[in-house]
């Protein structure tokens, strides 16, 4: 069965440095989504893409946080410089025809 | 302003009994509403999606229901076993929008 990849699964930086969070939709899905979910909470949209085009980052902090999908298949999640507040599990998430969402497995942050 | 409310405290219930979990929302006009399944360091995973216009979807021992009038949905699992214990939320798209927005879970403890 497909499945959405995402890498690192863990990283832990401290603050005022960079991180990066890969993801590799399932193949075919046009739409990508990275979710940032803190503990306790439920995920919370950070930018939506159809095919290579961004639909949705209102809640993206664009001083920050960066998102990129170049070829409209696989994606790049950037913070720099990372804070203590954006440790957090970031998770990717991918739909095609249908509105079912397919997460990945997270990438759990710590900035210490 | 918008709200979508589930119960914060976890549900106990014993094996063999009906969960039901329920999905309050405020200031929305939903297309759809969406159940996802999330255990412990794992991203959720999709369950049932219900339209605007069904009233009530099942699938296995799942059962959700839609009342656009209470503004809720109830979701239950019959015959619950120990392997359904993890966090359930819920997730409504609005209309004319494309993202989805998900409650905070809550969480549900079956003992044996």
């Known amino acids: 069965e497909a499945e959405v990849a995402q890498s690192p699964r863990y990283k832990i930086t401290e603050k005022s440095q960079a991180v990066a969070f890969w993801c590799d939709p399932i193949s075919g899905h046009a739409t990508l989504y990275w979710y940032r979910q803190i503990l306790g909470q439920g995920p919370e949209l950070l930018v939506q893409?159809?095919?290579?085009?961004?639909?949705?980052d209102s809640q993206l902090p664009k001083d920050r946080f960066s998102a990129e999908r170049l070829k409209g298949v696989d994606s790049t999640l950037k913070i720099q410089p990372a804070e203590l507040g954006d440790s957090a599990m970031y998770l990717c998430?991918?739909?095609?025809?249908?509105?079912?969402?397919?997460f990945g497995p997270g990438t759990r942050l710590t900035v210490l | 302003s918008q709200k979508i409310e589930q119960n914060s405290e976890a549900l106990n219930i014993q094996e063999g009994k009906t969960a039901t979990l329920t999905c309050n929302y405020t200031?929305?006009?939903?297309?759809?509403l969406q159940w996802y399944r999330q255990d412990p360091g794992r991203g959720p995973v999709f369950l049932l999606l219900i339209r605007e216009n069904e009233k009530e979807k099942r699938k296995e021992r799942l059962k959700v229901t839609f009342d656009t009038t209470l503004k809720q949905s109830l979701f239950h699992i019959t015959a619950s076993q120990p392997a359904d214990s993890a966090t359930y939320l819920c997730a409504l798209q609005n209309s004319g929008y494309s993202t989805l927005t998900f409650g905070k879970g809550t969480m549900l403890l079956v003992s044996p």
């Open positions: 200031n929305y006009s939903p297309a759809y």
């Open positions: 893409f159809q095919d290579e085009s961004v639909v949705d």
């Open positions: 998430a991918s739909s095609g025809q249908t509105d079912t969402q397919y």
